[in-house]
């Protein structure tokens, strides 16, 4: 793995305009007590490239002298230790999400696995470079605050093992959510759950229709990733709709994936609550709740229900 350690150019640099610090938060406490605030900036600028967004790791134990947390680590794609290099556009940490990691032979959850979203990310298939494809960064946080990179999860190409095939304007981790479902045991490939929104993808002739991955933190990404669309048997209904751009909204518990679908078909929105073996490779289909304006006791009015759920 590639390591790396430091603050980095990203965590030095100055308040400018249309970095967008904040667009994503995360935050996680191992059991070494070491409490980690993530804060992505799309809109950073790396050098002279504009919108090629990093993230900063800060440390919420320690404090400069104007009392704020204390950066760890900067992370960009500009960095040796990951993969890629940083473009105009990228907008690399436009989504977040971090979950506790516990290596084996380790008493208790001591480190993290982070990862970072690059909806603007270009992929070249072939010869041709498909802008805004989108790729996810997974990176882990050791205890003591060093990184290291793991891998890259990005659609690629029709002929590798992970579902679909990089397309322009797919957006893949625009949106992130994971879990860690059992986090006082090893952890394991089962139990490191990662969702991945791709809310650009075209289905068919259906342009922005959406779709979502699963992936595990812990493993390789083709074995390891589920593929769900509208209509296709995992308990998202109807057929995949232009516009609907599923995956705009996802959050992961340890037992359930909740999906928003604020634009359609319903026309008020809706929300699902898919159970965990609906998301994982070859778990079986189980019974999905739906939330929607009208039913179960919620309110008949409303548009757009189903936009954010935590």
């Known amino acids: 793995m590639k390591e790396g350690a430091g603050t980095g150019a990203i965590a030095a640099s100055a308040a400018e305009a249309y970095d967008r610090m904040g667009?994503?938060?995360?935050?996680?406490?191992?059991?070494?007590?070491?409490p980690y605030l993530l804060i992505g900036s799309p809109g950073e600028a790396i050098g002279t490239k504009a919108k090629a967004g990093g993230v900063v790791i800060f440390d919420a134990n320690a404090f400069d002298a104007d009392g704020r947390p204390a950066p760890l680590a900067g992370l960009d794609q500009d960095s040796a230790a990951i993969s890629g290099d940083a473009e105009a556009g990228d907008q690399f940490g436009y989504a977040v999400a971090i979950a506790p990691f516990r290596p084996m032979g380790s008493p208790a959850?001591?480190?993290?696995?982070?990862?970072?979203?690059?909806?603007?990310?270009?992929?070249?298939v072939g010869t041709e470079n498909r802008l805004n494809a989108g790729r996810v960064v997974l990176i882990r946080i050791k205890a003591h605050g060093s990184w290291s990179y793991l891998r890259e999860l990005k659609q690629g190409t029709a002929d590798d093992d992970v579902s679909g095939?990089?397309?322009?304007g797919d957006r893949m981790g625009e949106t992130l959510t994971a879990v860690n479902t059992a986090p006082g045991s090893v952890s394991t490939v089962a139990s490191m759950r990662l969702a991945v929104g791709t809310p650009g993808e075209t289905l068919g002739t259906a342009t922005k229709?959406?779709?979502?991955?699963?992936?595990?933190m812990a493993g390789s990404a083709g074995p390891n990733d589920r593929w769900i669309e509208a209509g296709d048997g995992d308990g998202i209904p109807g057929t995949p709709g232009a516009n609907q751009q599923l995956g705009k909204n996802i959050h992961l518990t340890?037992?359930?994936?909740?999906v928003g679908m604020p634009f359609g078909p319903n026309a008020a929105g809706a929300l699902y609550a898919l159970p965990m073996s609906n998301v994982t490779q070859g778990?079986?289909?189980?019974?999905?709740?739906?939330?929607?304006?009208?039913?179960?006791?919620?309110?008949?009015?409303?548009?757009?229900?189903?936009y954010s759920a935590r």
């Open 165 to 168: 095939t990089s397309e322009t």
């Open 23 to 34: 667009q994503s938060l995360a935050a996680a406490v191992n059991d070494a007590g070491r």
């Open 209 to 216: 229709a959406g779709a979502i991955h699963t992936f595990s």
């Open 109 to 124: 959850p001591t480190e993290s696995i982070l990862a970072i979203g690059s909806p603007g990310e270009g992929v070249v």
């Open 283 to 306: 778990g079986k289909v189980a019974p999905v709740t739906t939330y929607k304006p009208g039913s179960g006791g919620l309110p008949a009015n409303g548009v757009a229900f189903g």
């Open 254 to 258: 340890a037992t359930k994936l909740y």
